[in-house]
């Protein structure tokens, strides 16, 4: 069984093109402005056999077109490795495009065989600087960082996912570091800034954890181009979600 | 002068056959829209006075002028211009830009009451000729009316039907006119009229007197033309001609008549045959070719019809359904996309976006890519278009050359007409089964012999059979009354301009519709999977209902209660089947609300889903506002399980997507749209309304009207001008699902 926190249907911001994106249920990570904190939890979501989330991705297919496909998001995916992988097979014997949407926190074996499976890793470094790295997500950014040269010297497609928190996230010295360490990579295609926001603290309240970021406002405009200015010195895809 | 040393020849050359005439002779199209140009001088010129003319009778209540003194005929009103020197396609309704005219045939009463809501008076001589000597199409109705029709209507169980208004929905095939000119087409109607002979039946007389009317029609469209200084005697030349030709043969029926949709076809393809000739002849170049189908567009956004006020209700917006067909496959394979089919889409940029003409894409996966993605493009930018399923109407209906009369309805082109028939109120229906085949609303029985239901909890089964019971009520009534009607209709108004761009003896189909689908499946569902209370007042009947734990709703890819929707429109659309029908029309049943959808909510009590009374339904097939809470491909799944083969008049799905969940960059909301379009039409779905919006900016357009003179969404099966909308309607549409993802 799969525990499966919720479903989106019409996901067009998590990978190319239309995509049927499943939250997984459970994190190895506690980010201080996780949008979806239900979903951190290992205890909950909807036990859900492979083969409903199969049938669901089947049924979807034709509006994938030529580019989308499934995203397995969460929570962490790769925390239920070992209960994904048999559904990833039956999806590339569909032709079915993957992504997983991951903090890389986890490399294990079973990690290993799923990220072979899928098609693009969409990899979330949420800093590069290891101290502000624990700050945001109470996790250093080490293992992130083996698994970016995991996927690179296994030759599979890396989106870097960079979500931007004024007074967190945003140091300019980190994050020109951070492209200094990937400018490399011949897998990575393309960087994605995620703009900080706020739609997740109704969450809080009803789970009855405090709001951390309470005083951290919305990116400027401004700051969104300053950010996507950096990378574009080092990447040539970079977009603002 | 030969059309055939022109064009190729064919069996159009010898019979009455523009299909044949464009199979042989279209140029498809499979490039991109990088060929197009922007509008010229002139018709911007043109349409800057047009949109003064626009303003001012916004200004002035929605209506600049009326002629209340003329009775609008094919011939009754000389020329009229814009600004004569800058018009390559001439011809107003009237003499005068937005003037609108009397039309008193479907009912004096109406015309007499928009007139007056509008601050004038009728002339006194047409009111006393058409109160004591002419009996008009309302006039017939009412006095053949039963009095149970006449309960179901006024209270809300079927409404909206064109008992006071004229029908429509009627296409001529207006190329005709510009493939063989008014004397071949009288000559072939004279031919037709021979052959019609005895025994005279009553179906053999009225048919030879219609012809004979259709002929008197033809002979006043040339008239008309000599008014423009027009030879329509003949065949159309040039491009300029085959535009000006085809205009005015629409231009004919929308001064004869004022049915609620006017639609005009599918056009495009056959000009497009003009147009690449002229162009191939360095006769004309491609800025002459836009400007052809700009000025020809203007044209069509300038029709108008004397409204009364509650009109308003059923049909939000000042709509005329002006639908062109644009793309769509031949059977052979063969795309029908033409440059001009662009060239019509490129008027939403040329004039910017508008409600009229109806632009309908149809779809088909087999479409060329580039026309897609215009099409994705266009829909971003203007949400003016809609979509629909070529490859499933012609599996279904056979015909590879059709137009859409009003919103979503399949004709064969001069082969098919349609009798419109408006729509049955599903949940209104569903509140007799629970209330003993009582109006919930006035305790008037209208159903006989439905048992009063007496449990604490409604159960399913119970609920059920009672409901099946309404509904063969429903549709023994609702059939009498469209047979009346449309008999009425054509002894009294009947349509001689369009129907003599018709073949003699058309196949006819009865539409018929539904209103309220996801509202009645929803309330079955709360009855079959939690528990329903009915809360009822001193006379027993329902007030409002008491909902015990969860039940899946419709528009979330759920089959227990999509299932539902599937079955109740099989089950009603079965048993209209079986009712005779005036003309031997055969029957066809919509999903379509129009705007009704608010009207029929105020009239309907609270359901057992938990709507409260009054609320606005959903519009069409759309699942209920808010409900669709899986996304919006789910919700697009729900509707697509809808069967086209139970619903062949058509199932109107009205889709809004804020811009950002669309995709990241503006390329990738062209994309995911065509993926999108292309999913849902794979999955068997037959329509879609596209709007790309933010829900803010239509809030602000309420508060500063001014701000968004031309703003346009999709409602249902039409667009409007969304300040043009009462602030009922406009809040309805706020109101509905905007899809976003986060």
Known sequence: MIKVHSYESLGTHDGPGIRLVVFLQGCNFSCLYCANPDTITCDGGVPTPAEKIFQKAINEKPFFGKKGGITFSGGEPTMQAKELIPLFKKLKEERIHICVDTNGGILNDDVKILFSLADIILLDVKEFNPDRHFLLTQRDNNQTLLTAQWLESNSIPIWLRYVLVAGYSDFEEDILALCEHFKAYNMLQRIEILPYHTLGIHKYESLGMPYLLSSVQQNTTEQLKHAQLLFSRYFKTVHVL | ?742
């Open chain 2, 1 to 742: 002068m030969e059309l055939t040393k022109i064009f190729k020849a064919g069996l159009w050359s010898k019979e009455i056959n523009v299909t044949d005439f464009v199979k042989s002779n279209l140029t498809p199209y499979t490039g991109d829209a990088s060929f197009l140009v922007r509008a010229t001088a002139k018709t911007k010129r043109l349409w800057d006075l047009c949109l003064q003319a626009i303003a001012e009778e916004h200004a002035r209540n929605g209506v600049r002028s009326l002629d209340n003194k003329t009775i609008s005929t094919i011939t009754s009103h000389k020329a009229g211009y814009i600004n004569r020197e800058d018009e390559l396609i001439v011809g107003l309704q009237t003499d005068e830009l937005l003037k609108r005219a009397i039309k008193p045939f479907g009912g004096i009463n109406v015309v007499v009451k928009a007139c007056s809501e509008n601050g004038v008076e009728i002339d006194e001589k047409v009111k006393d000729f058409f109160t004591h000597y002419r009996k008009t199409h309302n006039d017939g109705v009412f006095d053949a009316y039963t009095d149970e029709i006449r309960s179901f209507r006024s209270l809300g169980f079927i409404t909206g039907l064109p008992d006071n208004y004229a029908r429509g929905r009627i296409i001529g095939d207006y190329r005709r006119l510009a493939l063989y000119g008014i004397d071949r087409l009288i000559t072939a109607k004279q031919e037709d009229l021979k052959k019609l002979t005895g025994p005279m039946t009553d179906a053999r007389i009225r048919l030879r007197e219609e012809v004979a009317e259709q002929i008197k029609a033809l002979r006043d469209i040339k008239i008309m033309g000599e008014y423009y200084e027009l030879d329509l005697s003949r065949p159309a030349y040039t491009a300029q001609e085959a535009v000006q030709w085809v205009y005015m043969a629409y231009l004919a029926a929308v001064k004869e008549q004022d049915g609620a949709a006017m639609s005009l076809g599918n056009v495009s393809s056959f000009l497009d045959i003009y147009i690449e000739n002229d162009l191939a002849e360095g006769k004309i170049d491609e800025t002459f070719a836009q400007e052809l189908i700009d000025q020809f567009v203007m044209k069509l956004r300038l029709v108008r019809h004397l409204r009364m006020q509650s009109y308003n209700d059923i049909f939000a917006g000042d709509p005329t359904w002006v639908t062109e067909a644009l793309g769509g496959c031949f059977n052979d394979g063969r795309t029908k996309v033409t440059k001009t089919t662009f060239r019509f889409l490129q008027t939403l940029y040329n004039l910017g976006p508008a409600p009229e003409p109806n632009l309908t894409v149809l779809w088909s996966t087999e479409l060329p890519e580039g026309f897609k993605k215009f099409c994705a493009k266009v829909s971003v930018d203007t949400s003016s278009i809609q979509y629909e399923n070529d490859e499933l109407m012609r599996e279904v209906r056979s015909s590879d050359d059709y137009g859409i009369a009003c919103c979503v309805s399949y004709q064969d082109l001069g082969r098919q007409i349609q009798f419109f028939g408006a729509r049955a109120n599903l949940a209104k229906a569903l509140l007799l089964a629970i209330n003993g085949g009582r109006c919930e609303n006035t305790g008037k029985l209208m159903v006989k012999d439905i048992p009063i239901l007496t449990d604490e909890t409604l159960t399913y089964e119970t609920v059920m059979a009672n409901y099946k019971k309404v509904l063969l009520e429903i549709a023994h009534i609702y059939n009498e009354a469209m047979n009346i009607i449309h008999y009425m209709h054509d002894k009294y108004y009947y349509e001689k301009a369009q129907m003599a761009f018709i073949d003699t003896d058309p196949q006819i189909n009865l539409a018929y519709g539904v209103a309220g689908l996801s509202i009645a499946v929803d309330s079955l569902s709360a009855i079959k999977y939690a528990k329903v209370k009915a809360v009822r007042n001193a006379l027993g009947l329902t007030e409002r209902f008491e909902i015990n734990g969860e039940f899946p709703c419709f528009g979330n890819d759920d089959n227990r209660v999509d299932k539902l929707a599937v079955d109740l429109i099989y089950f009603f659309n079965e048993e209209l089947k079986k009712l005779p029908v005036y003309k031997n029309a055969s029957p066809t049943l919509s999903v379509l609300t129009i705007t009704s959808n608010v009207m029929y909510g105020q009239k309907t009590g609270a359901t057992p889903d938990g709507r409260d009374k009054g609320v606005s339904f959903a519009p069409g097939a759309n699942p209920m506002h808010g409900r669709d809470k899986s996304g919006a491909i789910a919700s697009l799944l729900s509707v697509a399980k809808i069967r086209y083969r139970d619903s062949q008049d058509g199932i109107s799905n009205t889709f809004s997507i804020v811009p950002k969940s669309l995709g990241v960059t503006s390329e990738d909301r062209i994309e995911n749209l065509v993926t999108m379009l292309d999913g849902y039409f794979t999955k068997g779905a037959h329509h879609l309304n596209v709007n790309v919006l933010n829900r803010e900016m239509l809030e602000d357009a309420i508060e500063s009207p001014e701000k968004y003179p031309q703003l346009t969404v999709r409602v249902s099966g039409y667009a409007v001008n969304f300040v043009n909308l009462s602030r009922v309607h406009q809040l309805e549409v706020i109101a509905r699902s905007f899809h976003t993802t986060m």
